[in-house]
């Protein structure tokens, strides 16, 4: 038989979460850390945009991933059927007809020149780009948010460890003392 150090139930004892099991041991309420919570919450934010967040229980990000990542779609659409005209139009100029939407009403003097379509063409190719990084930006962060909340709530947050600001008044002088406190209680 060996003396050595046995595994206790207080080694087990970690910070409280709602994303972790409760277990009952030695009558106190010991709470196991899970580590795999953040990679599953980040997991399911990869496969869809704000599951992460449901399943971190914060309801109120899942809109803004939403919006961020709907507003890029929405402007590389738009901006890709603005270029699609643009590029149309030019072509068409190319080819020898003056029947397009940018041509106006006076068939000597176009409304927009063939360099302003080009112009226009680089404006919009660029906006396109920008708005695919826009939503592709937003659908990262929110993997990273998923899985960062999911870090922070096994973060150990009670009384034992505490910081505040003080204010001390000393009855001798009457003077006030501003300060802060630290408190780690085992």
Do not use: C
């Amino acid at each position: 038989m060996t003396y050595g150090q046995e595994k206790s139930t207080e080694e087990e004892k970690t910070i409280p979460s709602p994303l972790v099991n409760v277990q009952e041991a030695d009558s106190l309420n010991a709470y196991v850390f899970k580590p795999l919570t953040p990679a599953k919450a980040a997991f399911y934010s990869a496969i869809l945009p704000g599951l992460g967040q449901a399943y971190n229980r914060k309801y109120f990000w899942i809109p803004i991933w939403y919006a961020g990542i709907g507003s890029g779609v929405y402007f590389y659409m738009k901006n890709n059927d603005d270029y699609q005209r643009y590029r149309d139009a030019y072509k068409r100029r190319l080819a020898g007809f003056s029947d397009d939407e940018f041509w106006g009403d006076n068939p000597n003097n176009p409304r927009v020149s063939n360099d302003g379509l080009i112009r226009a063409q680089k404006v919009l190719a660029r906006n396109k780009e920008i708005s695919l990084l826009v939503a592709a930006g937003a659908y990262i962060l929110n993997i990273i948010n998923a899985n960062v909340q999911a870090h922070l709530l096994q973060y150990n947050i009670d009384d034992q460890l505490s910081f505040h600001p003080s204010l001390q008044f000393d009855s001798y002088d009457f003077s006030t003392s501003i300060g802060v406190k630290l408190n780690l209680r085992f």
